[in-house]
Structure formats: C-alpha cells, structure tokens
C-alpha cells in the first residue's frame, strides 16, 4: 500500500542554518506530493506540492523535488528563521484521491 | 472569511461518555474531512463526505459517527468514548475529493481519562 516516511525529529537548527526535511515514500503509480505545515496553535496548511517528477515545489523560500528514481521528496531551505519553527508533514495523494500522511517532523530554530 | 472553524477547542471526557465535535466551513466545499493526529503518526482519516448529506469511512471509523446534514456543517460524534480516543482533531474541506489545497481547521484536543 501507500506510505509516506518521514525523518524523525525535532531538528534543531540555528538562525540562518541550511535545513534539509528528508521524506521519502511507496506508492504506485506516480502520486502527487505535498508538504503541509502546522504553525503552533494553528491547522495544517499546504506549503508546496508536485505533481509528477522532476517537479519542484516552491513557497515562502522552501523547496523541494519529486525524485521519482529514489521516491523522494526532500524539503529543503537555505537560510531559516526562527518563523520557520513548527511541524511539518510530507504527503501523497494516492490513487483513492485520499491523502497518505508521514508522521510529521518537528523544527525547532534557535535565535 | 472564517475558513475552518472547530469546536471546541479542548475537551475532557470520563470513559463511556459521548460528544460532538462541530466543524463549519464557509467557503462553499463540497469535500469535508475528519482526521486524528496522535504521536509519531501522520493524519489519519476518520470519515469524509463528498457532499451535503453524504458520510464515508475513511482509515480508522470503528467508534465514530459522522453527520453532514448542511453542506457547510460536518459533525464528529463519539457515542461511547474510549482511552484509546484520545487525541488531536483537526477537520479539512476542500473543493473536490483529493484536491491538492485541503483546508485545515485549528484542531480540538480530546482527552478521555
């Protein structure tokens, strides 16, 4: 079936550090894939998507590729800020349309 | 616009009592979710409906009802409340089933001793 990996946290980064979100996943087919985020107190919203490879996805200075030859989907940014802190959670949309959730990786950054 | 409203926000509940978990969307969905959120595991999908007064089983429905009587309500009851119930709800709606945007509500912590 359809799963979504996720490295575990908290990944704790300085200000300005480079910050890398490793999320890699099973599926057939080629699925769409998402990066949401849960702001503290907040709901889940989505950060960046792609929809087949070699996409990339970009907002708010996040990125990240859909590398269908290692079923990845990293998420990376090259300088944080301490807004950056919260959790964040990689996805795919499976073939039932439903979305199939990692488990979510919590940032903290440091000032 | 409000969005996605939740309530209430936070909740304790003795073993075996039962509740309702209100979501309201006023952005027309068609599409409404509800999830659970636990530690160290993603979202997981209760139920959802693809319109008003439909309901849907979604991954983990054993212990939940579900009721979307008007399109823009969609109610989470818990007849007979469980330890194991014990988590954090976050409902979603969207524009069509699986769209790419789903949009969250602020989440309601459940506590069942």
């Known amino acids: 079936g359809n799963s979504v990996t996720q490295m575990e946290g908290p990944v704790t980064l300085s200000e300005e550090a480079f910050l890398t979100i490793n999320c890699t996943y099973t599926a057939t087919g080629y699925p769409s894939l998402f990066w949401y985020v849960q702001y503290p107190g907040e709901g889940l919203q989505l950060l960046l998507k792609?929809?087949?490879a070699d996409d990339k996805g970009s907002n708010k200075g996040f990125e990240a590729t859909y590398r269908k030859e290692t079923t990845s989907f990293h998420l990376e940014k090259g300088s944080v800020q301490v807004s950056d802190s919260a959790v964040y959670f990689c996805a795919l949309r499976g073939g039932n349309y439903q979305l199939i959730w990692g488990a979510g990786t919590k940032l903290i950054i440091k000032p | 616009n409000a969005g996605v409203t939740q309530t209430p926000k936070f909740r304790v509940l003795k073993t075996g009592q039962s509740m309702t978990l209100l979501c309201a969307q006023d952005?027309?969905?068609?599409?409404m979710y509800w999830y659970r959120q636990d530690p160290g595991m993603g979202l997981r999908l209760i139920h959802y409906s693809v319109g008003e007064g439909t309901t849907a089983k979604g991954e983990v429905p054993d212990g939940y009802n579900v009721s979307r009587l008007k399109k823009q309500n969609f109610l989470l009851g818990l007849e007979s409340a469980a330890p194991s119930q014990t988590s954090v709800y976050f409902c979603?709606?969207?524009?069509?089933?699986?769209?790419?945007?789903?949009?969250f509500g602020p989440g309601t912590r459940l506590l069942v001793l």
């Open positions: 792609a929809t087949k």
């Open positions: 952005m027309n969905h068609e599409y």
């Open positions: 979603a709606s969207s524009y069509v089933q699986g769209a790419e945007t789903q949009y």
